[in-house]
């Protein structure tokens, strides 16, 4: 497959972008309902190039490393160049980035439906979309970084995307500050890796920001080396993928659109981080400091973004925790060595979360709220995204056979394997994913019943007959989740089934994850285990089973059966405090008036000072020349001619003979 | 007996005594006239050094004998040529100001 084809999958969205900002968006804002048909359409050509691409690695092992265009050369083994890296990780990835993508744009078209910035949201749409492409195909890690941070950028213009809500701006600019402060971390690794290729020998034959090469890098550092740049590129996936501490902002994302959560916000760019981590597994694996403490973040989150999830009322904070949590997960696989479980769980959490997203949005469509307070009852309106969000759910909380059940089931084997022949640290890691799988059935649970169950709350009564108001949504919307939830049924037994089915192999995908050739020894999938199996089915009826007594009991949820509990709700609710300390202490406090305050007066005493002494002296300077230029003629000519006197005078002194 | 030096002199007074009356006078006539000095002293010096620094053959050599005289005389001619126009710029000023007055506020009348 040529180099151009390749690259097709990521310029068909941004032509899109460059055609709808600058095309469509200033000259033709009558006909702004040909936005989102133009971006549906450059995706529909990355989903044909995507799906050939993914066949061709499939069976033939796919095109692998292509350069385009050689940058910046630093020295002979640190080279920045623009080029694809088509693997079955990439592959995988990107066809998942593209199908979700292309559905949430369908869906947008019924969502955004007469907002004042149609044209804006599908160019920035697009944008993100073929930034996310192009993050996943780079085969350079400067021009992933780069990616990285335009899907960033991204982020925040469609976080904000409601610009005249103060809110909507913080949470942005809240996304974007605290995802740079994990990126600080980043490009420090990066720039160790060049610092690195100094000290090779010149027959080493690397490029040390190649990624399949620096995957091999490792033996060539000390240890200490390796552990810096591995935290330092930890650091950076933490922070896009909202791992604690740097989990703050996105339940604060929840500003943006719908789709925008569904899709930036927790099937594609979130998961940038676990992807990075996976891209350079051999290499993060090298550092055994790094690999635990991915694990414990990981496990540690998990419960963490749990528990927090319990006490919200907005539906879509909720699934943000959610998000989070699951993406512990897989943080958690890949510090015990799964990386397969892990893009596993990736797929099928981007397949259902995406559709709990759509479907929350589809809820938000008819009641024009997101709190769960208001709602309640919404079954008999909405069948058709009860039915879906139901799906979902129980795919989020993992019962069989959804999808969610065969990912989470994958981790939670490796987690019990681990624990088999492990320490205290492997039991705590299983407990804590066991833990979480309990909490995510309940607070799962709590939000379907809040929603759908009971009877309606809110007081959009409509017209005065009723609930007429409420409606399922149109068809353009509930198309595409409709096609999630297929997506969602079946992406996990038919794409890692844990027997032989038919022509279908076990473990297939898993085993095509592990055979790129970066990882050398691939990683051998966990035989299925009933037991494990059963003990998380178990867990996950353990949660819900206590969800539905507590919400049955406490009809319409007037009372919160946790506000029992004082002290912990109190905890849990105000997000453990973790806001007020960022914001008021650190912020506030330390950098505000300790550190500004200095840099403050330096600017207002030196920087502004020296200005101020610049335009004092030029302007008093001015003034006294200004005295000179009175207009008087002859004052004039007497200084012409005093000028001359004086000039004779020196001519003469120097003349010879006379005076010099 | 005349020298170069009296004429020379009398030159430099009659230079010094113009520049200040164009510095100081406030009569723009009055100004001419010392510009007119000014010219006439320089005229001076012209003749008094073609006349005792270049005593060449008058027969032989004419041309570069009558030098000085030749330019004194053109400064007379240009001379009274300026005057002529700059009366007649006086008179327009006049016409406008009201007044002859050199002052920083000329042009400033209405």
């Known amino acids: 497959m040529s180099s151009l084809t390749i690259w097709l999958v990521f310029l068909a969205p941004l032509t899109s972008f460059v055609i709808i900002s600058l095309i469509v968006r200033p000259f033709f804002s009558k006909h702004q309902w040909i936005s989102p048909y133009l971006l549906i359409a450059g995706l529909s050509v990355s989903l044909v190039v995507s799906v050939m691409l993914f066949l061709d690695t499939l069976y033939t092992g796919g095109p692998g490393y292509n350069s385009a265009y050689q940058w910046i050369k630093i020295n002979d083994a640190a080279i920045i160049d623009l080029g694809t890296y088509i693997d079955p990780v990439s592959s995988t990835i990107l066809l998942v980035v593209v199908v979700v993508s292309l559905l949430v744009q369908i869906y947008s078209m019924g969502y955004m439906h007469g907002d004042i910035g149609y044209s804006r949201y599908f160019a920035t749409m697009a944008l993100f979309t073929s930034s996310m492409i192009g993050l996943v195909i780079s085969s350079n890690i400067v021009q992933l970084y780069a990616f990285w941070e335009l899907v960033g950028l991204s982020s925040y213009l469609l976080i904000g995307f409601w610009t005249e809500r103060p809110a909507a701006a913080a949470a942005a600019k809240k996304a974007f500050i605290i995802t740079r402060i994990g990126d600080v971390g980043f490009l420090i690794g990066i720039l160790f890796l060049i610092n690195h290729s100094f000290a090779l020998p010149l027959s080493a034959n690397v490029n040390v920001l190649h990624i399949p090469d620096i995957c091999s890098l490792a033996g060539t550092m000390s240890a200490m080396i390796v552990t810096i740049i591995t935290l330092g590129i930890l650091s950076g996936a933490m922070g896009k993928s909202a791992q604690f501490p740097f989990h703050t902002w996105l339940p604060d994302a929840m500003e943006g659109p719908t789709p925008v959560s569904a899709l930036v916000h927790s099937a594609t760019m979130v998961a940038a981080g676990v992807f990075l981590l996976v891209r350079l597994f051999p290499f993060i694996s090298a550092s055994d400091t790094t690999m635990l403490i991915i694990a414990g973040v990981g496990a540690f989150t998990a419960v963490f973004a749990a528990t927090m999830g319990l006490v919200v009322n907005d539906i879509k904070r909720v699934l943000a925790y959610s998000s989070i949590s699951q993406l512990a997960y897989m943080f958690a696989a890949i510090g015990l060595g799964a990386f397969g479980p892990a893009i596993f769980h990736l797929i099928t959490h981007a397949f259902f979360k995406a559709l709990l997203f759509l479907c929350s949005g589809s809820v938000n469509h008819a009641t024009h709220t997101f709190d769960m307070r208001e709602m309640g009852g919404l079954r008999k309106y909405m069948p058709w995204t009860y039915g879906l969000m139901l799906v979902s759910s129980l795919s989020l909380i993992g019962l069989p056979p959804l999808s969610g059940f065969w990912s989470k089931d994958e981790i939670m084997l490796s987690a019990w394997e681990k624990m088999l022949h492990g320490s205290v640290f492997e039991i705590t890691i299983f407990a804590l994913l066991a833990i979480g799988v309990v909490l995510t059935a309940f607070y799962t649970w709590r939000m379907i019943s809040l929603t759908f169950h009971g009877e309606y709350r809110g007081n959009d009564v409509g017209d005065g007959h009723g609930d007429h108001s409420i409606h399922e949504s149109p068809r353009v919307m509930i198309a595409p989740m409709a096609l999630l939830g297929v997506a969602t049924v079946l992406a996990g037994f038919l794409t890692n089934p844990p027997v032989n089915v038919g022509p279908i192999h076990k473990h297939w995908l898993n085993d095509f994850i592990s055979s790129s050739i970066v990882f050398h020894h691939g990683h051998h999938a966990a035989e299925f285990s009933v037991l494990v199996a059963i003990l998380s089915t178990v867990l996950g009826l353990i949660g819900l089973g206590i969800a539905v007594y507590y919400y049955k009991l406490s009809q319409n949820g007037k009372k919160e059966p946790l506000e029992s509990m004082k002290g912990f709700y109190g905890l849990i609710y105000n997000k453990y405090y973790l806001d007020d300390l960022y914001e008021n202490i650190i912020v506030r406090n330390i950098l505000q008036k300790r550190i500004v305050n200095i840099i403050a007066f330096v600017d207002k005493y030196v920087v502004d000072g020296l200005g101020l002494f610049l335009g004092f002296a030029v302007k008093n300077v001015g003034h006294v020349l200004g005295l000179f230029q009175n207009g008087n003629v002859q004052f004039y000519t007497f200084v012409i001619s005093l000028g001359g006197v004086i000039g004779l005078i020196i001519l003469l002194m120097y003349t010879p003979g006379l005076g010099g | ?110």
């Open chain 2, 1 to 110: 007996m005349m020298s170069l030096e009296t004429i020379l002199g009398l030159a430099a007074m009659l230079f010094v005594i113009g520049i200040f009356g164009v510095l100081t006078k406030k009569n723009i006539i009055a100004v001419f006239m010392s510009l007119e000095l000014m010219f006439n002293s320089v005229n001076l010096t012209f003749v008094g050094l073609s006349y005792f620094v270049m005593p060449v053959n008058l027969v032989t050599d004419l041309s570069t004998a009558m030098t000085g005289h030749v330019f004194a005389i053109f400064v007379i001619a240009v001379a009274a040529a300026e005057v002529a126009v700059g009366l007649g710029i006086v008179f327009a000023l006049y016409r406008v100001n009201g007044s002859i007055e050199l002052s920083s506020d000329i042009g400033r009348a209405t």
